[in-house]
């Protein structure tokens, strides 16, 4: 049960205050008429001298934002994503919910450096604004609530370059800073990025109520999920088991969507996992450059528990913490086994059409998994690098005698490179593949540029200098991760040496 004390004049001491007008929208504000049990209504904390850092035009229209909607001198867009104005109907909470971290039940969370400002409606169906960094909540608990340019940045250009990759994400509309000092391993600057989403409820959400023996709340909740969210499940004769078989499916086909680019999430915890499948919380994430399921992109994560090959085993961990949240309103714990169990197949479906495509298959013959087991093989045993040979896959030729040196030259190991060039190229003869047609369709699967940690270090050094630019043209790049016009810019080539240095930890 949520037993803080209420919020008293001096926590608001310097509150954001409402502004006359803002944006035409309709404001629905689903979440917040729960009511007291799920949050905690407070103002976020104003941030001095804030200005703009970058801002996504993709997002902005998502919302049914105009073109000028961060200069109109009415609306002071800048001063309502930086904490320091709400605009009208703007109702701002911070969430309470629980959650396992690392394997181990860390009991009450919530929303420690977040602030939901309201749900709108949009063409695209409702959605809900939050502000992360926006100073300290009731959930805070040791917290400062703040976030840091370096982390801000990192979120926002990872969110619109999922977005751009097709994989389910959370969005970011914006980042704005401040010279106010936040101490992280060292003093850093703030900043607020401002995050939408269909709804940001957890799988921890569930278990926060469950745990504090909570039913009539947790129904609520639930209830809440399937009638705004999960329609489908409504009439079905087990509406939970219906919710909870339809979360198993949406978060096996986001792994599998992981897995195929090499994105590594690096704190899966179960309060950073999304009831709509949505990648949420990007801390210390990271992309593969060398192909290594071993791969742990969180150097606080010591045990590897997060490592990126295990990541499909913890997603079905973390769905088993769900059902066990959800038995009060499911009753037999068989239904509910059965429920996440559709996770496995649905998991492998997934992955298989994932590698099918990236491979240029369009037909399935009984040597795939095998053909590509084996390549994978070889690729973690050389560490070769992830994103670059998949892209370079599309220029293999089936033509006799043709030199795939571009592809296969990628590999030290020149009796592998001609057997399996000889099996690929046998393998898409048999299915009668066009290799321009070919070609084509895996470029559209298999990015040419991803979010490297070399790339965002870049545009983060030179934010902390004071030049925003190379965060707005990496925006750009990342939105459109699959056209042809970046295979030869640097931003796609292999990563530099020092890029082997660089640490991202749960600050990050």
């Known amino acids: 049960m949520n037993t803080l004390p209420p919020m008293n004049s001096n926590d608001n001491a310097g509150a954001a205050t409402t502004l006359p007008t803002g944006p035409d929208w309709n404001w629905c504000n689903r979440f917040q008429a729960l009511g007291a049990e799920y949050h905690t209504e407070l103002h976020p904390q104003p941030m ?24 109109n001198p009415r609306w002071n867009a800048l001063a309502v994503f930086s904490g320091n104005a709400l605009w009208p109907g703007m109702q701002p909470l911070a969430s309470v919910y629980s959650g396992h971290q690392f394997g181990v039940w860390a009991g009450q969370l919530g929303d420690g450096r977040a602030h939901w400002l309201g749900e709108i409606d949009t063409p695209n169906g409702p959605m809900e604004l939050q502000l992360k960094g926006a100073g300290t909540t009731p959930y805070s608990r040791t917290g ?30 914006c980042i704005t800073g401040s010279s106010l000092p936040v101490r992280r391993e060292s ?61 198993a499916r949406r978060t096996a086909e986001l792994l599998a969507q992981w897995q195929a680019v090499g994105f590594c999430h690096g704190v899966m ?31 606080t994560d010591h045990k590897g528990r997060y490592a990126f090959g295990r ?36 998991y492998a479906d997934a992955m298989r059409s994932q590698l099918r ?50 592809v296969m030259g990628l590999f030290k190991d020149r009796k592998f490179s001609d057997l399996w060039a000889t099996a690929y190229g046998d393998r898409l003869k048999a299915e009668g593949s066009v290799d321009a047609q070919r070609a084509a ?32 043209r990496l925006l750009k ?5 699959y056209d042809e016009v970046h295979d030869a810019s640097a931003d796609a080539g292999f990563p530099p040496e020092w890029a082997q240095h660089i640490e991202v930890s749960c600050s990050s």
């Open 48 to 71: 001095p001298a804030p200005h703009w850092i970058a801002r996504s035009t993709s997002c902005a229209e998502l919302l049914g934002l105009p073109a000028d909607w961060q200069t």
């Open 144 to 173: 400062d609530g703040r976030a840091v340019l370096r982390s801000s940045i990192r979120e926002f250009l990872c969110s619109e370059a999922m977005h751009g990759l097709g994989i389910p994400t959370t969005r970011a509309l």
């Open 187 to 247: 003093m850093e600057t703030a900043a607020v990025v401002t995050r939408v989403a269909p709804s940001f409820i957890r799988f921890g959400h569930f278990e926060h109520f469950t745990q504090n023996d909570q039913p009539d709340a947790l129904k609520r909740l639930a209830d809440f999920v399937i009638e705004h969210h999960y329609p489908e499940c409504r009439n079905t004769p087990q509406p939970y088991v219906a919710m909870l078989g339809t979360v």
């Open 269 to 299: 915890n179960t309060d950073n996992m999304s009831i709509l499948g949505l990648t949420l919380d990007y801390g210390p994430f990271g992309f593969l450059d060398g192909y290594n399921p071993a791969h742990i992109c969180n150097h």
């Open 311 to 346: 990541q499909p085993s913890v997603a079905f961990w973390n769905l088993h913490a769900l059902a066990q949240s959800l038995m009060p309103l499911i009753g037999n714990g068989n239904a509910a086994l059965d429920a996440i169990e559709l996770y496995k197949p649905f």
């Open 357 to 406: 495509n990236k491979c240029g298959f369009t037909t399935t013959q009984p040597g795939d998994a095998g053909l590509i087991d084996w390549l994978l093989k070889q690729m973690a045993y050389e560490r070769t690098d992830h994103t670059i040979l998949f892209r370079r896959l599309s220029q293999f030729s089936t033509a006799d005698g043709a030199d795939n040196a571009c």
């Open 441 to 472: 369709a895996m470029n559209r699967v298999n990015p040419s540029v991803v979010l490297r940690n070399h790339l965002a270090e870049g545009a983060i050094r030179q934010a902390q200098a004071g030049d925003f630019s190379e965060v707005q």
């Open 477 to 481: 790049v990342l939105q459109h991760p």
